[in-house]
């Protein structure tokens, strides 16, 4: 039948495209529904990866703006504490044309995908779930995939709920004086970026993109134009582009397959909660689970669901475990107040957090660095501890 497929994947942003590629590729029946006319536009993300997602994401070179060797973090008061590396640890992609290489790539394997297809309505109909958009078209899909990012509406039509915390963020391509384009700009403020932070990211020619993200999330434009007013680094910044208002949804969800149903990306929240990097935990997702839906079309029909739950189980050890720790280093950083942030950047020893970071990476686990930095640091804990019991 015409509407039926083996997969269906609900939403068109990388990490569903890298599904339909997968799947695509082994010879499955898939489809795409995307709510918007075309993937890749608004670009909300920084596109900043670590170098191994360029393997990862099979990231063609022109599509690379900048290679990111050290970043520079600092504080309300703007002191500031630079690291910088040898040799590239993240790349800068074009993330509107990787969405779009992604696609084509998924179309050649033979994905369909059908664009202004809002999906309204999930129903279980015997083995299948039928799919109904906004259109009133009708699919049916052996099993569906709910890659929608941020957006939860899915999650009420099916009964669910992935609990998260929402960090509202803004962002603008810029262009900026700077004294070193080979790395990435860190802004704490509190009153601006509650309980995340600031950013530039250089990209190319003395272009960066310039955000922020806020636990807070009203009033969000306003929170940018203090941004500019307020970051020294920006005071002489020009803006070429519209700011686009986005989220990032953080936490670690109980559940992320639901018999024939699977969640994945944003929507599973799998975001690197101390960063926001979504792109490669996402495609570690995309491809877990891939693995475990061609485990189930190729294994006996009785072992089908227990195939496909296979995902979530492997996605908890690689993901979720490492998550759980940076939720607690997000602790520390949102218990830490202005005032004390500024005194940890102000005493610290570089030689000793340069060590750390040489020795234990930066993007790869953060954890990891961030536990050894807090012992490398009593200071750190010690104010955190104050902090603490002084809320
Ligand atoms: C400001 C900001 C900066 C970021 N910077 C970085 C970064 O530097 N590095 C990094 O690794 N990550 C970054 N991220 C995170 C990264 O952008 C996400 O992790 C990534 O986009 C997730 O991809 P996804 O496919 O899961 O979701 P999305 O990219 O959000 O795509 C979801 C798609 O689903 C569609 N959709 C939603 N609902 C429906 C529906 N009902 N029917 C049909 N279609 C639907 C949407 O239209 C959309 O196209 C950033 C995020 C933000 C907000």
Redesign the pocket.
């Known amino acids: 039948m015409e509407n039926v497929f083996d997969v269906v994947i609900?939403?068109?942003?990388?990490?569903?495209?890298r599904v339909a590629l997968s799947l695509g590729r082994a010879k499955l029946r898939v489809l795409v529904?995307?709510?918007?006319s075309r993937?890749g536009y608004p670009n909300?993300?920084?596109?900043?990866?670590p170098i191994e997602f360029i393997n990862i994401g099979e990231v063609k070179d022109n599509l690379i703006l900048n290679y990111i060797k050290g970043s520079a973090v600092y504080s309300f008061k703007e002191n500031s504490f630079l690291f910088k590396r040898d040799i590239p640890y993240a790349a800068v992609i074009d993330?509107t044309n990787f969405d779009i290489y992604t696609e084509k790539l998924a179309k050649s394997a033979s994905a369909k995908i059908i664009y202004n297809?809002?999906?309204?309505e999930i129903k279980k109909e015997g083995k299948n779930t039928l799919v109904r958009l906004n259109s009133g078209d009708e699919y049916f899909a052996r099993v569906l995939v709910v890659?929608?990012?941020?957006?939860n509406?899915?999650q009420s039509k099916i009964g669910v709920e992935l609990k998260s915390e929402t960090i509202y963020?803004v962002?603008v391509d810029g262009e900026v004086s700077l004294e070193d384009y080979e790395v990435a700009y860190i802004y704490m403020n509190n009153r601006i970026a509650t309980d995340w932070f600031a950013w530039i990211?250089p990209t190319k020619d003395g272009f960066v993109r310039i955000?922020l993200?806020t636990s807070k999330g009203e009033n969000i434009l306003k929170k940018l134009d203090e941004l500019f007013s307020e970051w020294s680094l920006l005071k002489h910044a020009r803006i070429v582009s519209k700011p686009v208002v986005?989220?990032?949804p953080i936490g670690i969800p109980k559940r992320i397959v639901f018999d024939n149903i699977l969640f994945?990306?944003?929507?599973a929240r799998?975001?690197k909660p101390f960063s926001?990097?979504?792109?490669?935990t996402?495609f570690i997702g995309a491809d877990d689970l891939s693995k475990a839906v061609l485990k189930a079309f190729n294994g006996p029909d009785e072992s089908f669901y227990k195939a496909l739950s296979s995902y979530e189980s492997n996605v908890k050890e690689k993901l979720y475990k490492e998550f759980g720790r940076e939720l607690f280093l997000r602790d520390i950083y949102k218990t830490l107040s202005d005032e004390s942030k500024d005194k940890i950047l102000r005493s610290i020893n570089k030689d000793k957090v340069v060590d750390v970071l040489l020795k234990f990476g930066m993007m790869d686990k953060p954890s990891i660095t961030g536990l050894k930095l807090l012992k490398e640091m009593p200071l750190m804990l010690f104010l955190y501890l104050k902090d603490k019991l002084s809320v």
Do not use: F
């Not at 994945?264 to 929507?267: A, F």
């Open positions: 609900i939403g068109g942003g990388p990490v569903g495209l529904l995307e709510a918007k993937v909300h993300c920084s596109g900043l990866v993330r297809a809002y999906v309204k890659a929608t990012g941020a957006a509406a899915i963020t962002q990211i955000g993200g986005w989220s990032i994945v990306g944003d929507s799998q975001v926001g990097g979504g792109l490669l996402g």
